[in-house]
């Protein structure tokens, strides 16, 4: 995901769609194409098109650029994994079932209670901060450092009760249908989150993990895309350290609405689809939200619209200055947090990515990451990102058994199992300064941190 280059790339690429276009261009003969067939058809989708032939043309026209570079020429960077997630192809994985007949019974033993004494924790220590905030702080510049040190108190607490509805989305909450999504879609609405909208995405997001074209979010920018080229321009003109670093301000201040607005590293073969409009994007296989969850879509909007309509009453009884110190400004850490184990769970510089009949849902699920955050964020973020491999093995496994899950993949697929111990900060500088662009290298899509030349 490249914020700075996001808005652009959607503008222009709607820009085109005033009109059909369709080129054929040959293709280098060791360039890896679908199908066997020897061209590539580059086609700008109108509104008239139809809505399968949009979706295909979008496909193809993603997979396209990495498959036309010279990946022999990448340099090849290495993450805390010291390359262990490449070369996937001569690794034997074993199936889901085989997967999931290791993975101890219990795990998958759903406690409502238990769910709803973590979710209600969350939420407890949430409004405890602000309350205390409110009780204690004036809203003079002089407090400042104060109330910025409340506000990501504040979101890093909120951010278990976003996970909390995470897991009501996954069926992890609760085997009472009805505790899970009252739960989860009042959480999720009073963090904007639309929660049918998300819940249908993010199971895309799992059963196409790691996929070049069929993933959902966090999806990279191929060698030779227009996303891509425009980060390498960025990153020439202002240098690598500046862009970088105004990469990951972009990537978490605007990454997520970016994402549930426009669709931003969604998957390509979707185009540009919208949360909270269920008919944008592609339509046919790739449709975001296809038959009955259309409606749901719309049910989700009503949520974050109560919750938007309750902020404006409140700003008018009292003041913005108010809402924004107490909502809005903790909503933002909140995000912060969703976007950065969201990238870190499946990027990093000796991660690949997959397509075709190279990738499989086993194969993606073992491409997720581990990570060391530390027993506080453990405690408040309900171990999101220190057992998310077992998460992506299977979803429906409450947080509070996922170390016990985590250790039986870890005690069976050793050589499988990724977990990266370089600390938080660094890993977030790697992904955000040297995961720019990824071209095809054998069976598997790497990453570059630098521009390629094109196959003979």
């Known amino acids: 995901m490249n914020a700075l280059t996001s808005i652009a790339s959607t503008v222009t690429t709607r820009q085109r769609r005033c009109r059909v276009r369709k080129t054929t261009t040959r293709v280098p003969k060791n360039a890896f194409v679908r199908g066997g067939a020897r061209r590539v058809f580059t086609t700008t989708v109108s509104s008239s098109s139809s809505a399968v032939a949009a979706s295909k043309t979008l496909e193809e026209e ?3 650029h990495a498959d036309l570079y010279d990946g022999s020429k990448q340099t090849q960077l290495f993450s805390g994994l010291q390359g262990r997630a490449l070369n996937a192809k001569g690794k034997e994985f074993p199936s889901m079932a085989q997967v999931l007949a290791k993975i101890p019974k219990e795990c998958f033993e759903k406690d409502t209670g238990k769910s709803l004494m973590y979710a209600g924790i969350s939420t407890a220590i949430t409004f405890a901060v602000g309350v205390a905030a409110w009780a204690t702080l004036p809203f003079t510049v002089y407090y ?3 109330w910025i040190a409340y506000a990501y108190v504040a979101g890093t607490a909120a951010t278990g009760c976003w996970v909390a509805a995470h897991e009501c989305g996954h069926g992890a909450f609760s085997d009472n249908r009805t505790i899970q999504d009252t739960v989860g879609y009042i959480l999720h609405s009073l963090l904007l989150v639309p929660y049918f909208s998300w819940q249908r995405s993010h199971a895309v997001h799992h059963s196409r993990t790691n996929h070049v074209s069929e993933g959902e979010t966090h999806v990279p920018a191929q060698m030779g895309s227009e996303e891509a080229n425009l980060t390498f321009g960025l990153r020439k003109t202002v240098g690598k350290t500046l ?5 990951l301000i972009g990537v978490f201040v605007f990454g997520w609405p970016l994402y549930l607005l426009m669709g931003a590293s969604g998957g390509p073969v979707r185009g540009k689809t919208n949360h909270f409009v269920p008919k944008m994007g592609a339509s046919g296989k790739h449709a975001l939200f296809p038959g009955k969850w259309e ?5 989700s909007d009503i949520g974050v619209a109560l919750t938007v309509g309750a902020m404006a009453y409140w700003a008018m009884q009292t003041s913005f200055a108010t809402v924004f110190g107490l909502y809005l ?3 933002l850490f909140t995000n912060f947090w969703l976007v950065l184990y969201t990238w870190l769970q499946h990027t990093d510089v000796d991660v690949p990515h997959f397509e075709g009949n190279d990738w ?5 699920a073992f491409m997720t990451i581990d990570r060391p955050y530390g027993k506080v964020y453990d405690f408040l973020h309900h171990r999101i990102g220190s057992t998310h491999v077992a998460h992506h093995i299977n979803h429906t496994i409450p947080h509070y058994n996922a170390v016990k899950a ?3 993949i870890k005690q069976n697929w050793p050589d499988l199992y990724l977990f990266d111990p370089t600390p938080i900060a660094q890993a977030t500088w790697r992904v955000g300064s040297e995961c720019v662009a990824i071209v095809r290298k ?3 899509y790497v990453f570059s941190n630098e521009p390629l030349p094109k196959l003979a």
């Open 62 to 64: 993603y997979v396209q």
């Open 144 to 146: 400042l450092p104060a």
């Open 243 to 247: 862009f970088s670093a105004l990469n």
């Open 295 to 299: 409606n749901k879509v719309w049910y």
């Open 329 to 331: 400004a903790p909503y």
């Open 360 to 364: 499989n849902l086993v194969k993606g």
């Open 406 to 408: 985590t250790e039986a």
């Open 442 to 444: 054998g069976d598997e």
